[in-house]
């Protein structure tokens, strides 16, 4: 689900329909963006339950 807008960008640029070579780095950029905060949110989610455990 991440990569949809991706992909439609490098479609419509690799047909050339639209003007590719900004869309595609913005659609990289972005790309990088979401999966930095998915992974963010994972390690944070991690640290979170590793901190809820009990102590023996």
């Known amino acids: 689900m991440l990569f949809f807008p991706d992909t439609i960008a ?3 640029a690799a047909n050339d329909l639209t003007f590719g070579h ?3 780095d913005f659609a990289l950029f ?4 979401f999966q930095t905060l998915v ?5 944070s989610k991690a640290f979170f ?8």
Do not use: A, D, E, Q
């Not at 972005?30 to 963006?33: A, C, Q, T």
């Open 10 to 12: 490098i479609v419509l």
């Open 22 to 24: 900004y869309m595609i």
């Open 30 to 33: 972005i790309s990088m963006l």
């Open 39 to 43: 992974f963010s949110l994972m390690f």
């Open 49 to 56: 339950t590793v901190k809820n455990f009990p102590v023996r």
